[in-house]
């Protein structure tokens, strides 16, 4: 848990195990992702409210161990594998009632507002439930959120088409899971762009049709002598205020540019005038909807999403500090927590 709000300070201890109202369920976590956010929480750099002290972690797996009341009714039982939508709204707000649960009013995020998923158990509203097939495993489920966020930013907000071409900024666990989801989407040429070779590797192997380390080359000039034009659809998922002008200049006149990343201070330098004529759409693209975590789960299931290569480490959850202290450095892509006796953790102790 996050107890100071200090850089690079984090604590493991002993909590009480929750106590569920009617409306939630209790999980036991099998699984949990470190995000980015989580590492700008360690590093105290992030620009989102948080308060403390505060267990983090928003990416996860589990199984239900027990229901409330109320929750009983949602098609769920004990023993369910699943995951839980990240953040706990009002549900019926005017965005809630649009089905734009990641814009209500009353939105508080797991992990800033309410005890996270870094932990044994966690609970949460039955509501914000999603089960989970045989065909997906826990470790590979707990990415289900970072992909629910892709499915958003692609398909709901950029509205990727086939035969688009398509740069995204940005090699870690969201940059390589949009690559795959835009290639899903049918686009004809994929430029992803990094500053490290390990991740262009795995970018190449995930299906990106080109790469250019920004460390050496020049991504606008390249994509400019690979298809003659800029891109139509440009996805910035790094939060470095650098990547973002260097994105809009990616996109062509007419064309769109989705923002993902988060930054911690304001951008000082925006060229609004050349958006405007260029006539250039720049679309902002927060967490996701309910509707995203279906269709997540079930390109999960389908194996049309490859998420086993983006987990370069997994570690038991005593050993968060060292995974954060490998995702600063950029020696991982995605780092996930086992509490002890986990199901994951047990399954390996029998086998």
């Known amino acids: 848990m996050k107890t100071r709000w200090e850089p ?44 403390l002290p505060r267990i983090i972690g928003h990416e996860f797996s589990g199984i239900i161990v027990k229901i409330g009341k109320e929750a009983s009714t949602l098609n769920i039982n004990v023993g369910d594998r699943v995951v839980s939508e990240s953040g706990i709204v009002c549900r019926r707000c005017q965005f809630c009632k649009m089905g734009k649960h990641n814009l209500c009013l ?60 398509v740069a995204i900024v940005g090699a870690g666990s969201i940059g390589l899971i949009l690559l795959q989801l835009v290639k899903v989407s049918g686009a004809s040429i994929i430029l992803q762009m990094d500053t490290e070779e390990d991740r262009l590797k795995l970018a190449r192997k995930l299906g990106a049709d080109y790469t250019v380390n920004v460390k050496k080359d020049n991504p606008v000039e390249k994509f400019k002598q690979l298809t003659g034009n800029y891109a139509d659809v440009v996805f910035e998922a790094t939060g470095n205020p650098s990547a973002v002008n260097q994105a809009i200049t990616l996109t062509r006149k007419g064309g769109k540019t989705a ?20 006539e250039k759409t720049i679309l902002g693209c927060w967490t996701h909807s309910s509707s995203t975590w279906d269709r997540a789960i079930s390109l999960l299931s389908s194996s049309k999403i490859k998420i086993r290569p ?42």
């Open 106 to 165: 009353d939105r508080k995020p797991i992990g800033f507002a309410v005890d996270g998923a870094f932990t044994e158990y966690i609970k949460v509203p039955g509501i914000n439930i999603h089960r989970l097939p045989n065909s997906v495993s826990l470790e590979e489920a707990a990415l289900v959120e970072p992909m629910a966020v892709g499915v958003h930013s692609v398909i709901e907000r950029a509205q990727v088409a086939a035969g688009d071409t």
């Open 259 to 278: 923002l993902l990343g988060i930054h911690p201070k304001p951008l000082e330098r925006f060229d609004v005038t050349h958006i405007v004529q260029n």
């Open 8 to 51: 690079e300070l984090i604590e493991v201890g002993d909590v009480e195990i929750p106590k569920i109202s009617d409306d939630e369920v209790l999980i036991k976590v099998a699984a949990s992702g470190i995000c980015g956010t989580d590492l700008e929480i360690y590093e105290a750099t992030v620009p989102l409210p948080i308060t």
């Open 310 to 351: 983006i987990i370069t480490h997994i570690l038991p959850l005593e050993q968060a500090e060292y995974g954060f202290h490998l995702l600063k450095k950029r020696e991982a892509v995605k780092v996930l927590l086992i509490p002890p006796c986990s199901d994951i953790e047990l399954q390996k102790r029998n086998n």
